[in-house]
């Protein structure tokens, strides 16, 4: 639509535009075209400049699907015109970015609202080792990802997590401050544990070295006095299947201090038909085997999958995930959805083309997370509900912003984090502060709460032997440099949470 016979040889990078906050605040691409789109160009320049009404061109008058008229460039019409623009010049995308990466700016915002900066890093394309019915697959791009804006960055940078990071990095320095600036670092791209040793070492090393400042880093073992940037957490995605001991070892001798695998799913019958590779008993496994460790334990989990009914899922929800031999730390829940191109999926198309699969609709998601709400324990955090795809890849499926829309009230960790409830709410406006302890068998929960309840930092012990484990040890609100005071953090309330991990200390022995 955007696109004619003329305009492939003559797109041009435009370095700046008048006003170019706007499209800062609201997660744009910093990034403009003309020559064959021209008109288009006039119209965001017109917006740029002014908030008043502008004339809609036909070249641009398909996007809304209306006549041409005078309208208001509204954030969700101007973010269909970029939406369209990324998908029409991907490729032109990546190769100007190579060119002039000064000149180009990340759309998102990075919150902080959790008590640490999230950093995702993608590893290189490669093959997990499965073959699923449902994940898709784009050539270049890695493992159950398509193009979007994080893997056209990734691929940009050519997958290297310096200039990854890097580029992140610049999103995130907080001004007339040295100190340490805490961050997660999230690996993505498929399951970590199908690369190389080699591979994963080197990657860690150069993503270490870049956050601390050096030019060359052997994992952990440089010391150094004063970084920039400190990994308070490094994730990895794995499957099940390919978590062992030796494994655990090695995640632990690079740093990983949280691992998300991909569960999917905790009936046989549904894996089976999958074509997941792996049953419960290797779920069941590789929890047991990284809880042992001290890692925080994450499940990826999808709802309507292919030959699962709303039965299966319902048990999943409220029954099996929080039996002793499962219980993660972590979830994020992503209901399937069948992608336009029926090349990133074509054994869930011809599922869907022969009517022996229908996508999961946002009614059913919304009754199976009310499910959800009421059985989920308190000390485990709903990471994620939905994948990130573009609505305008997607042919069947739930809408964007299902989480909110469905009106479910949860009370995970997430849902009563003081960043996500109260943002910009001061320590000195809590009036008082209140311990919390859970057992459940070898995991001992401490958590510091206001008296609305609200969370504002918590403690994750294990029990293993003669000896305690403390996989997680955080304060919530908006990040803060290590050593400078914030609104929450920085105040003095991890003192709180080492007494009474001290108190357990005392009384264990």
């Known amino acids: 639509m955007l696109r004619d016979a003329s305009a492939k040889d003559s797109i041009k990078l435009i370095h700046s535009i008048k006003n170019r906050s706007l499209l800062s605040d609201y997660g744009m691409y910093k990034i403009y075209y003309y020559e064959g789109i021209s008109n288009l160009l006039d119209t965001l320049k017109s917006y740029l400049s002014s908030s008043k009404q502008v004339i809609i061109p036909q070249t641009i008058a398909g996007l809304f699907e209306a006549e041409p008229h005078s309208i208001i460039l509204t954030k969700r019409i101007k973010e269909r015109i970029y939406d369209e623009l990324l998908h029409a010049f991907s490729q032109d995308i990546i190769s100007a970015i190579k060119k002039k990466t000064k000149h180009m700016s990340y759309r998102s915002r990075i919150r902080s609202n959790s008590g640490v900066f999230p950093l995702p890093i993608f590893t290189k394309p490669h093959s997990c080792g499965g073959s699923c019915i449902f994940c898709p697959k784009q050539n270049g791009i890695p493992n159950s990802y398509i193009e979007n804006e994080d893997t056209l960055f990734a691929k940009a940078c050519s997958y290297s997590p310096i200039a990854q990071f890097k580029r992140f990095s610049k999103r995130i320095r907080i001004p007339n401050v040295s100190s340490c600036i805490p961050t997660e670092i999230i690996i993505l791209g498929g399951s ?151 090349v990133f999926q074509p054994k869930l198309f011809h599922l869907y083309k022969s009517e022996k699969w229908f996508p999961i609709s946002n009614n059913d998601v919304t009754f199976l997370l009310r499910a959800l709400s009421k059985s989920i324990p308190s000390y485990v955090r709903i990471s994620r509900i939905q994948r990130q795809f573009n609505p305008k890849t997607i042919l069947r ?102 007494v009474m991990l001290k108190s357990l200390d005392t009384n264990w022995d």
């Not at 009936?267 to 460790?293: D, Y």
């Not at 302890?437 to 995991?443: A, P, Y």
């Not at 008296?451 to 403690?459: C, D």
């Not at 032997?465 to 050593?483: H, N, Q």
């Open 397 to 498: 499926g739930v809408s964007p912003g299902v989480r909110i829309k469905s009106g479910v009230t949860f009370l995970d960790i997430r849902s009563r984090e003081v960043g996500h409830v109260f943002p910009d709410i001061d320590l000195a406006q809590i009036n008082a502060v209140m311990e919390n302890v859970t057992f459940r068998l070898n995991d001992v929960y401490f958590e510091l709460l206001t008296n609305e309840k609200i969370l504002l930092g918590m403690a994750r012990v294990r029990i293993r032997d003669d000896f305690l484990i403390i996989c997680e040890l955080k304060i919530y609100g908006k990040a803060a440099p290590v050593g400078c005071r914030g609104l929450i953090q920085g105040n003095g309330l991890r003192k709180g949470c080492c």
């Open 192 to 342: 970590f544990s199908s690369h190389k040793k080699e591979y994963r070492k080197k990657f860690l090393n150069d993503l270490y070295a870049s956050m601390l400042g050096l030019k060359e880093c052997n994992v952990l073992n440089n010391a150094v006095t004063h970084p920039q940037y400190i990994p308070s957490v490094v994730t990895v995605e794995s499957r099940p299947d390919q978590i062992n001991t030796s494994e655990c070892i090695f995640l632990r001798e690079l740093g990983i201090s949280k691992v998300e695998i991909g569960v999917q799913h905790t009936s046989n019958t549904v894996l089976h038909f999958n074509r997941r590779g792996h049953g419960q008993s290797a779920i069941i496994e590789a929890t047991r085997l990284l809880k042992e460790e001290g890692f925080k334990v994450g499940y990826h989990i999808m709802l309507g999958l292919p030959n699962a009914t709303q039965k299966d899922d319902i048990k999943m929800l409220t029954a099996t995930l929080w039996k002793t031999e499962y219980s993660p730390d972590y979830l994020k829940i992503y209901p399937c959805v069948l992608l336009k191109n029926p």
